[in-house]
């Protein structure tokens, strides 16, 4: 897919919202936690948040751990740290309940720093307010449940289902803002664009199903993973001048054909099939 030449809009208006109440609410917290896909993690940092955040302890969540390659991840680890983007950078599978306990570490590791400050003042306590966020879809209000173990916020598998603010008690020195899903105003090029309708972090209906599913392909091709493709949808491994002529076989392979060729319906299919890890689990995108 060639990179678009203008920027690509995608900005609801309670999106505009929630950046205002972000910044907002920076003042009266101690540190920023910010849930990124590991699948895409450039593509998923939101860079208004690196403006708004500045002096503020940062912590960044690589969720859906299960759908990436587990061996590469320090790579994005040492990334962030290294280009001073985060404080620290914890992989998780928010899903599958890995690695809660390391980002619970260093909260009492912070904690314990902040009260030795207050006993210098004279005070004898304090607590931990965090704020969280996340692009739609990243499993924000999921993590929020499983580190209060409680079902304190609403849960929705649809990009921009949490539009409230709520202060959620994780224990008697930990507090967590949540906030809703966000995007930014502009995405810089089609590349972020196309990885977040890939991982479903913006509707489907945005961008033309059969652009990002060919996308997927060609991504798969440049990484040596086609192989996963004639695997799962049982067709014989060949090459293809299109891949639309591969999305042709994968339909009748899958006998959703009728009168004439639907991409759009094959290209969900695919689509479905990626973001439930049946196709491989691999980074869409590495450091630059």
């Not at 992989?91 to 809660?100: A, D, H, R, T, Y």
């Not at 969280?132 to 993590?143: A, D, E, L, T």
């Not at 202060?167 to 090029?189: A, Q, R, S």
């Not at 392979?253 to 973001?275: A, F, G, M, P, Q």
Request: with cysteine; hydrophobic share 40%; proline share 3%.
């Amino acid at each position: 897919m060639e990179e678009n030449k203008t920027s690509i809009n995608w900005f609801p208006g309670h999106m505009k919202k929630t950046l205002n109440m972000f910044e907002n609410e920076l003042k009266q917290v101690d540190l920023v936690i910010e849930i990124l896909d590991a699948r895409i993690p450039l593509s998923s940092k939101n860079p208004e948040v690196e403006r708004l955040v500045k002096n503020k302890k940062r912590i960044i969540l690589l969720n859906k751990l299960d759908l990436v390659d587990k061996a590469s991840v320090s790579v994005w680890q040492d990334y962030f740290v290294s280009n001073d983007l985060a404080d620290y950078v914890i992989p998780m599978s928010v899903e599958k309940g890995f690695n809660i306990s390391s980002l619970r570490n260093i909260i009492d590791k912070l904690y314990n720093e902040k009260l030795e400050k207050m006993k210098k003042k004279g005070l004898i306590k304090t607590e931990i307010r965090a704020l969280v966020c996340g692009i739609p879809n990243v499993g924000k209000s999921k993590f929020i449940n499983k580190i209060a173990s409680k079902s304190k916020a609403g849960v929705g598998n649809l990009p921009g289902f949490t539009r409230g603010k709520q202060w959620i008690t994780v224990n008697k020195n930990f507090y967590l803002l949540d906030t809703p899903g966000v995007l930014w105003p502009k995405f810089e090029n089609n590349e972020v664009a196309t990885n977040l309708a890939i991982t479903g972090s913006i509707k489907d209906d945005i961008l033309r199903l059969e652009d990002i599913a060919i996308y997927l392909l060609n991504k798969m091709k440049e990484y040596d993973l086609l192989d996963n493709i004639f695997n799962y949808y049982n067709i014989e491994k060949k090459e293809y001048d299109s891949f639309y002529e591969l999305l042709k076989d994968i339909e009748k392979r899958l006998l959703i054909h009728t009168k004439e060729y639907d991409y759009d319906k094959i290209s969900k299919k695919i689509l479905k099939d990626y973001r439930e890890g049946k196709l491989g689990k691999f980074f869409l995108e590495m450091p630059k």
